[in-house]
């Protein structure tokens, strides 16, 4: 009963491929000349803009044209492999596996068939032979993993990629050249070569502006005052030399800036740093002074009370030997 299983399926298989090859390859031929008429007249249309000066719409529509002659080309490949595969039919029927010279025809049909949707057979012919290889053998064709056998031509003609300049470039003059006008293509060239600035990053001007003022603000920072923290530690009654004594240092050990060398734009970041700087000193040396001040009046009170209460002191003593000499 599995032997008649076997030639009944095997007989199914072979007439269904058949018939699906068939009907592949008539479409494929309808397909090819229904494409060439279009090609055509759409390689008409961008001869056209190029003698009327609009390039941009010809480098637009040149892509298309290039799309529709990748596609026209792979529907060829696939024509001859739907014609090999069909004259091997029977070696296919006769076999378990796929045979080493047709695994590139079929894997190329297999990898094509959901790409070529104007050709619905070649979807039919993949899943026949998905029921014949396994859904593994099928798989690997149309993820293209290693060693799949699809053929190069075909990966090519239907990718969906952007054409490269130079292919755009070539299309443009030949299509000037089989319409029998001049074109220069300078000005095409010289857009299609054209490095176009990368707008995610911001405008290299505003960019540019935003990194001129951080010159400016490194040499602010070294012009800038010390901290009030180094004086937090000192006493009271050294505050006003120890002041005293670094302002000056501290004005000695400023860099000098020349005008002459520094351009205005740099001299007005410079100008207002030195200004706060000296404005912070000066109110500095106020604050200290007044503290000082503060601290030698009160020395000055606390001697006059200690005075003012050894005298009374004296005086109470003197009094009271006064008494006891007289009792």
């Not at 293209?144 to 031509?153: H, I, K």
């Not at 009046?297 to 000499?325: D, P, Y």
Request: hydrophobic content about 40%; glycine content about 4%; overall charge neutral.
């Amino acid at each position: 009963m599995s032997l008649l299983n076997q030639l009944f399926n095997r007989g199914v298989f072979g007439s269904k491929c058949k018939t699906c090859l068939n009907l592949a390859i008539s479409r494929i031929k309808l397909l090819q000349n229904k494409r060439d008429l279009q090609l055509k007249h759409m390689r008409k249309e961008i001869a056209q803009f190029l003698q009327a000066g609009q390039e941009a719409i010809a480098r637009i529509r040149v892509e298309h044209v290039i799309r529709e002659q990748n596609i026209r080309a792979a529907y060829e490949i696939l024509e001859l492999f739907c014609e090999f595969v069909l004259v091997r039919v029977p070696i296919l029927e006769s076999q378990k596996e796929c045979p080493a010279e047709l695994r590139e025809a079929i894997a190329s049909i297999i990898f094509a068939a959901p790409r070529c949707s104007e050709v619905p057979d070649l979807l039919q012919i993949k899943n026949l032979f998905a029921t014949k290889y396994g859904k593994e053998f099928n798989m690997a064709a149309s993820e293209l993993r290693p060693d799949s056998g699809v053929n190069r031509a075909i990966i090519e003609r239907l990718s969906v990629s952007a054409p490269p300049a130079e292919t755009r470039l070539k299309v443009l003059k030949e299509i000037a050249q089989e319409f029998s006008f001049v074109w220069d293509s300078s000005n095409t060239e010289a857009e299609l070569w054209k490095m176009h600035e990368d707008l995610l990053g911001g405008s290299k001007q505003i960019v540019a502006e935003a990194i001129l003022p951080q010159a400016p603000t490194k040499q602010s920072s070294l012009l800038s005052p010390p901290s009030n923290g180094d004086h937090s530690t000192l006493n009271t009654d050294n505050k006003l030399g120890s002041h005293r004594r670094e302002a000056p240092s501290y004005a000695s050990n400023m860099p000098q800036v020349n005008a002459n060398e520094i351009e205005p734009s740099v001299r007005n970041y410079i100008a207002g740093p030195l200004a706060d700087g000296k404005r912070e000193i000066t109110s500095q040396s106020s604050d200290v002074l007044g503290r000082a001040q503060a601290a030698i009046a009160s020395a000055e009170r606390a001697t006059l009370a200690a005075r003012a209460a050894a005298e009374l002191v004296n005086v109470q003593f003197g009094s009271f030997k006064v008494g006891e000499g007289k009792s």
